[in-house]
């Protein structure tokens, strides 16, 4: 409790007696499926108690105004519903100005503007969906506000649609799904390519999961994510000059095995790897859970980072220390990079009476090692996109 009003926020930065409503998407972590998402595998993710509130009210006339307590230098952005078009100037709001411009041009009737404060408590770089958040956040908003039928997974693909084409990163679906999708202490195996999933409870007994944020700003994922992404097209475009694929989804480990010749460029071979051997992982861990067999749902995820470290190579030596780090200490069953990679966090499996000492020496041994602290957070798993009806935090 911080004895934050986002109501009061509101109507002082707006400078209106009006009550507002209020939502609330979160962030996520995933448990494991990492970079298969845009490969047509699975994914495992949950959605976390970090997020994003927005506080918006419809407005009578045509005006957009944008406000975000994170970033309050920058003040309120306006704009005009005829000038939603993306702008550098515009910074953080061309998230939500994004989603308002495509959820107009699927054919939902926004015909006037509105006034929207934002605040999000998601750590800043960290990986854990920030933008996924604001985007998902600003279509519940939009959906009430304006009474607009918006299927929740045409919602999804709208967030996704604004990553690719207005923002320019070219990530896959499953933070927005993550986000979309979210309940309360599950987490959601997604099948990328049909978009069928599945929710599965977790339960982890005397265990917690932990997130450890590595603290390194993940500076060059947007170009590294992008090139990952090109370099396991260029392997699939390979495969199917002689098997029929759609997506490297569909190859099992053994079918990879026996036509990875075919795949010229070595490097493209090993980012293929791990694509497929990451989505077999996947499925196998769902059933691990499904069986209460922890421990080798924690193996599954050491394998995990082990692949994104040598095969995928997005992981790097804060995230290599950190995960080493917790290997290492008593009561932990697994630990893993999460996200997209190149910094942002971790997350670990830990014997809740174990807490205290894992933080304690798995942030000595990192200090050792790259001269400043991680974070750590116990995950709450919550759910997904919503109106809320607390404002006050
Ligand atoms: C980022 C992207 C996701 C996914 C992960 C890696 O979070 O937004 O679509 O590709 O990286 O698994």
Redesign the pocket.
């Known amino acids: 409790m911080t004895d934050l009003n986002l109501m009061k926020e509101f109507q002082s930065v707006f400078q209106t007696d009006h009550e507002p409503n209020t939502f609330f998407a979160p962030g996520r972590i995933?448990l494991i499926?990492?970079?298969?998402?845009?490969n047509g595998g699975h994914?495992f993710p949950a959605s976390i108690s970090f997020g994003t509130y927005a506080v918006g009210r419809k407005r009578s006339d045509q005006k957009f105004r944008f406000y975000s307590m994170n970033f309050q230098d920058i003040g309120i952005i306006e704009c005009d519903l005829s000038g939603l078009s993306y702008n550098e100037a515009h910074d953080w709001a061309n998230y939500p100005k994004g989603m308002v411009t495509y959820l107009r041009e699927s054919g939902h009737d926004i015909e006037s503007g509105a006034d929207i404060l934002f605040y999000g408590n998601i750590p800043n770089g960290a990986?854990l969906?920030s933008s996924?958040s604001i985007e998902m956040v600003t279509g519940v908003l939009m959906e009430t506000l304006f009474d607009l039928k918006v299927d929740r997974i045409e919602m999804i693909q709208l967030g996704q649609q604004v990553?690719n084409q207005y923002i320019g990163?070219n990530?896959?679906?499953?933070?927005q799904f993550a986000i979309g999708m979210g309940k309360k202490d599950h987490a959601i195996l997604l099948n990328c390519d049909s978009l069928e999933h599945a929710f599965a409870p977790i339960v982890l007994e005397n265990h917690v999961i932990m997130i450890i944020n590595t603290n390194k700003q993940r500076t060059l994922a947007g170009s590294k994510?992008n090139e990952r992404r090109a370099q396991c097209e260029q392997a699939l475009a390979d495969l199917q000059t002689a098997i029929s694929i759609k997506s490297l989804g569909e190859l099992s480990k053994k079918q990879f095995e026996q036509h990875k010749y075919l795949i010229k460029d070595e490097i493209n071979r090993k980012r293929a790897r791990h694509a497929v051997f990451e989505n077999a992982r996947t499925l196998e861990a769902l059933e691990k859970l499904r069986q209460d067999e922890l421990v080798g749902f924690g193996k599954l995820m050491n394998e995990s980072h082990r692949s994104l470290q040598k095969d995928y190579e997005v992981t790097g030596v804060e995230l290599d220390t950190v995960v080493q780090a917790a290997w290492d200490q008593d009561g932990v069953l697994g630990a893993r990079m999460t996200?997209?990679?190149f910094g942002g966090c971790a997350i670990a499996i830990v014997e809740r009476n174990q807490v205290e000492i894992f933080k304690k020496n798995v942030n000595w041994i990192y200090r050792e090692a790259v001269g400043y602290d991680a974070t750590f957070y116990t995950a709450m798993i919550g759910d997904g996109a919503k109106e809320i009806s607390e404002g006050v935090l």
């Open positions: 995933n499926g990492e970079h298969t998402d845009y994914v990986g969906s996924a990553e990163v990530s896959g679906i499953m933070d994510y996200g997209a990679g």
